[in-house]
């Protein structure tokens, strides 16, 4: 028997991976077949693609307003993709990991590294578990990022050689995931949100 049952608590899954894996496909398919679990919606000054809205897809924000909301410390990490920055809204997360919800955050590597930190040096206060989607194979990757037509095949290959890079970090995190079909890649993450939700009840 666990020493003490604290009651359920928030989680925060981070979910990250190497450029055009297809995380935000996946998560779509995670939000759709759990009907509980909280997006964040990040901040972005990259303009809108055809299709995204503001506030649905991302908040679509200029640099002079990316940075004010950064110097106010609006953000619980915000980094720069691309070319454009990034930022996940601190205070969503913190009321809804503070009404005992799961939030899903879908950052770039260098935002993942930077929640980890927060939570290592005690700035995060709440369970965390880091998923890591990788593609089946880097050729799948080519495919799949040239088959978006919304990049040049200049920034196609650039983003290539970011994935490539952005792969070698997966041993960090706690649980990797092959995205070979969206569906299955959802219901793996799925399950393992079950799994830790679990978890945070017996600490
Ligand atoms: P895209 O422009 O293709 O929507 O996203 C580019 C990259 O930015 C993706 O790897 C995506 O996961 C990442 N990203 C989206 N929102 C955030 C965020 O709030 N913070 C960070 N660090 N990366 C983000």
Not at 6 to 19: D, E, W
Not at 54 to 59: A, L, S, T, V, W
Not at 178 to 197: G, L, Q
Request: net charge positive; proline share 4%; charged share 30%.
């Amino acid at each position: 028997m666990p020493k003490k049952l604290k009651g359920r608590k928030g989680l925060l899954v981070v979910i990250s991976g190497p450029s055009g894996v297809g995380k935000s496909t996946v998560v779509r398919k995670l939000l759709s077949i759990d009907l509980k679990l909280k997006m964040s919606i990040s901040a972005t000054t990259r303009p809108p693609r055809p299709n995204e809205k503001h506030g649905i897809d991302y908040f679509f924000i200029t640099e002079e307003e990316f940075f004010d909301r950064d110097k106010k410390h609006l953000f619980l990490e915000w980094a720069k993709v691309h070319g454009y920055y990034y930022g996940t809204p601190k205070d969503f997360v913190e009321e809804q990991i503070s009404k005992n919800q799961t939030v899903i955050s879908e950052v770039d590597v260098q935002g993942a590294a930077s929640i980890k930190e927060s939570v290592t040096s005690g700035k995060i206060k709440c369970a965390t578990v880091f998923i890591f989607l990788i593609p089946p194979s880097v050729d799948i990757l080519a495919f799949r990022l040239r088959r978006r037509k919304t990049e040049s095949e200049e920034l196609v290959n650039y983003r290539l050689r970011a994935a490539i890079a952005e792969l070698q970090v997966m041993e960090k995190y706690d649980y990797i995931v092959v995205n070979d079909k969206v569906d299955s890649a959802a219901e793996k993450i799925k399950a393992i949100i079950n799994v830790e939700k679990e978890r945070v009840l017996l600490n």
